[in-house]
């Protein structure tokens, strides 16, 4: 069983960066794959980055690519998403997710979600 909480969501002007983290709870973190998804309103959850359990490989969404980051410390149970270069339309809830072995892109492969944070960019 993982719990995850995210932090670090808030309110920036287009162009401006956050950090998202992800605290994860448990002895195993360095064993799951985790990856970062968002939904706006009205829209579905879509991908944005995920990352391996040991932080070797990453993948993002075409979209984020060149202006997100995703890390992970495993000594501290936590990953992060840098979000650079912010657009009024990566404004969205973003949840972090974890899934035993390799990482994945789609929503159903993750088992455990946190409960979001919002990320809300101005223009």
């Known amino acids: 069983q993982v719990q995850l909480v995210e932090s670090g969501g808030g309110l920036v002007q287009a162009g401006g960066s956050l950090r998202l983290s992800c605290a994860a709870s448990?002895?195993?973190?360095?064993?799951?794959?985790m990856g970062w998804f968002r939904q706006a309103p009205g829209k579905e959850r879509e991908f944005v980055a995920a990352?391996?359990?040991?932080?070797?490989?990453?993948t993002y969404a075409d979209s984020v690519k060149g202006r997100f980051t995703i890390s992970r410390d495993n000594a501290k149970n936590t990953v992060y998403l840098q979000v650079n270069s912010l657009k009024p339309e990566d404004t969205a809830e973003y949840y972090c997710?974890?899934?035993?072995?390799?990482?994945?892109?789609?929503?159903?492969?993750?088992?455990?979600w946190g409960q979001g944070t919002q990320v809300t960019v101005s223009s």
């Open positions: 990352i391996s359990s040991s932080g070797t490989m990453t």
């Open positions: 448990g002895r195993t973190f360095s064993s799951y794959a």
């Open positions: 997710a974890a899934r035993m072995g390799y990482s994945a892109t789609y929503t159903r492969a993750y088992d455990y």
